[in-house]
């Protein structure tokens, strides 16, 4: 099983600054490795797919990119929709795994 | 537009067994694979299971193997997720994706809360 760990748990910014979060794998997943955001009360949102593709809908303030283990989801200016929790998910193997999340919080 | 709708979930004993469905519109819900993903309150997110679009293959998480069953009907746009032996630590919401066996889960439901307890 392919484990993922993001960092850090918590990221306390304000609004207007920029946001790194990070998603290791235990494996190479290729690009398979999708961005999810979730708001308390609803269900998660696709955010960027294949690694560094946005979905539809997804601000182009949000970025992904890496290959391989290493990812990363970067907000550049946060605005106040986007204090959230987002998770990776890979697809390169079964089962399918997420990472625990990140919290973006308002500082 | 896209729409996923669960239900069927509730309060159940431990041992006992439940049946969620997936009510699917706004596309055409036999050319996409489907998934159920769950959360634990207050925990992050845990796939469950995914069909292929025709049901012709079926993927679980080993905490669920042997216990769980997910199907599909196409023809009235239905996923279901039969669950049996059900366990304190199947407390969760479990949503329905649409995707996840060559993509990702690009809609949602809005979930159904599934709680085991005695």
Redesign the interface.
């Known amino acids: 099983e392919i484990v993922l760990t993001q960092s850090p748990a918590t990221l306390s910014l304000s609004p207007g600054e920029r946001a790194t979060l990070s998603c290791r794998a235990s494996q190479s997943v290729s690009s398979y490795l ?1 961005w ?1 955001q ?1 708001k308390p009360g ?5 955010l960027i ?1 294949d690694a560094s593709n946005r ?1 539809t809908g997804t601000p182009a303030r949000f970025s992904g990119s890496g290959s391989g283990t290493d990812f990363a989801l970067t907000i550049s200016s946060l605005e106040p929709e986007d204090f959230a929790v987002y ?1 990776c ?1 890979q ?1 390169s193997s ?8 990140t919290k973006v919080e308002i500082k | 537009e896209v729409q996923l709708v669960e239900s069927g979930g509730g309060l159940v004993q431990p041992g006992g067994s439940l049946r969620l469905s997936c009510e699917a519109s706004g596309f055409t819900f036999s050319d996409y694979s489907m998934t159920w993903v769950r959360q634990a309150p207050g925990k992050g997110l845990e796939w469950v299971s995914t069909i292929r679009s025709s049901g012709s293959n079926t993927f679980y998480a080993d905490s669920v193997k042997g216990r769980f069953t997910i199907s599909r009907d196409n023809s009235i746009n239905t996923l279901y997720l039969q669950m049996n032996g059900l366990r304190a630590e199947d407390t969760a919401v479990y949503y329905c994706g649409r995707g996840g066996y060559t993509s990702y889960f690009d809609s949602w439901g809005r979930g159904t809360l599934v709680t085991v307890s005695s």
Do not use: E, I, M, S
């Open positions: 999708a999810y979730q609803q269900a998660p949102r696709l797919y979905a998770y998910q697809r079964w089962p399918r795994t997420f990472g625990q999340g």
